[in-house]
């Protein structure tokens, strides 16, 4: 008896080691490398991301400067399946929603007032240590705008 009862413990031991260590890959402070990225002309950068875990939630807050120079704050709770969730901050936007596609990858869509703004991709080095963040985003007068932004973990 003893010994099922020392392996029951050994093995929800690992369990418990392998749930701590299977964190996601997006959490974490991501700088931008500004000389890896790709911004059109006119278009704002977003220079620190911060992914963190709330709750069963995550939450997204992004810093940076809009394309009229001004310094731009967003932040976004909510899970990553897919629905949109509510976005603070972002005048082009109120709604944002990341779907995992696979461990490493997430695609991204942003809506203002019900109508798609900005769509992408995220994509995390399979070493953990860059965030590449491809997207194409439509202003209010209907212009497109694409941008890759390459971010390293801090």
Same mark, same amino acid.
């Given at each position: /008896? @003893?010994? =099922?009862?020392?392996?029951?413990?050994?093995?929800?031991?690992?369990?418990?080691?392998?749930?701590?260590? $299977? $964190?996601?890959?997006?959490?974490?402070?991501? @700088?931008?490398? !500004?000389? #890896?990225?790709?911004?059109?002309?006119?278009?704002? @950068?977003?220079? #620190?991301?911060?992914?963190?875990?709330?709750?069963?939630? /995550?939450?997204?807050?992004? *810093? &940076?400067?809009?394309?009229? &120079? =001004?310094?731009?704050?967003? !932040?976004?709770?909510?899970?990553? *399946?897919? =629905?949109? +969730?509510?976005?603070?901050?972002?005048?082009?936007?109120? /709604?944002?929603? +990341?779907?995992?596609?696979?461990?490493?990858?997430? $695609?991204?869509? !942003?809506? @203002?007032?019900?109508?798609?703004?900005?769509?992408?991709?995220?994509?995390?080095?399979?070493?953990?240590?860059?965030?590449?963040?491809?997207?194409?985003?439509?202003?209010?007068?209907? #212009? #497109?705008?694409?941008?890759?932004?390459?971010?390293?973990?801090?």
């Amino acid at each position: /008896m @003893k010994i =099922k009862t020392r392996l029951l413990t050994l093995a929800a031991l690992f369990g418990v080691v392998a749930v701590c260590f $299977a $964190a996601d890959v997006n959490i974490g402070t991501w @700088k931008l490398n !500004e000389t #890896k990225s790709k911004v059109s002309p006119g278009a704002g @950068k977003n220079s #620190k991301v911060v992914v963190a875990a709330a709750g069963d939630s /995550m939450k997204v807050t992004v *810093d &940076g400067v809009g394309a009229d &120079g =001004k310094p731009t704050h967003n !932040e976004w709770t909510g899970k990553f *399946d897919g =629905k949109d +969730y509510p976005l603070s901050g972002d005048p082009a936007s109120d /709604m944002r929603a +990341y779907k995992p596609v696979n461990d490493h990858s997430l $695609a991204i869509a !942003e809506k @203002k007032a019900g109508k798609t703004t900005t769509t992408g991709n995220i994509v995390i080095s399979a070493d953990g240590k860059t965030r590449t963040v491809t997207a194409s985003v439509t202003d209010a007068t209907g #212009k #497109k705008t694409s941008v890759t932004f390459v971010y390293d973990k801090q």
